[in-house]
């Protein structure tokens, strides 16, 4: 993050604030934090203006929207050379299934999260698509037994 040196006591209280209610008013956050709503306001835009708040979103229910099962995998791959991986990394990108992707050190060399409606619908995406791209080596997937944490 880089900014934790410019982080007081308050700031942190206004962001463990905000990450359990991203809707909370300046008024009702201020309360919490014990100032004044003018100050708090300054903070929180001074926050956002150096990039530690980052944006606020809505957290979705999996199962409502259709995605109620969630996968991760583990991703190899053999191929080595610029183009191949560009496009890989792109192709997955663009899938509506993969809500994170990451390129991790060592091994695995990637992590993909994916959330679809049911087991068919991951055999569906894992044999339709993601199976069939160049430069693959292994695939594993990995199914959720219960989630025991959660931090957006």
Do not use: W
């Not at 969630?70 to 791959?77: I, N």
């Amino acid at each position: 993050m880089g900014n934790e040196g410019v982080l007081d006591a308050i700031d942190r209280e206004i962001l463990f604030h905000l990450r359990q209610d991203g809707r909370l008013t300046n008024v009702e956050l201020a309360k919490r934090v014990g100032l004044t709503p003018p100050p708090c306001l300054r903070r929180v835009k001074r926050l956002e203006d150096v990039g530690v708040i980052a944006g606020y979103r809505a957290v979705l229910d999996p199962e409502s929207v259709g995605r109620g099962l969630e996968v991760l995998v583990d991703v190899e791959v053999y191929a080595n050379d610029r183009k191949t991986i560009e496009e890989f990394e792109e192709t997955v990108t663009s899938y509506d299934e993969v809500i994170e992707f990451r390129r991790m050190f060592g091994r695995p060399d990637y992590f993909i999260r994916v959330a679809v409606a049911d087991h068919a619908a991951y055999e569906a995406f894992l044999t339709g698509k993601l199976s069939g791209l160049p430069g693959l080596l292994r695939i594993t997937s990995h199914l959720t037994m219960r989630k025991i944490k959660l931090d957006a």
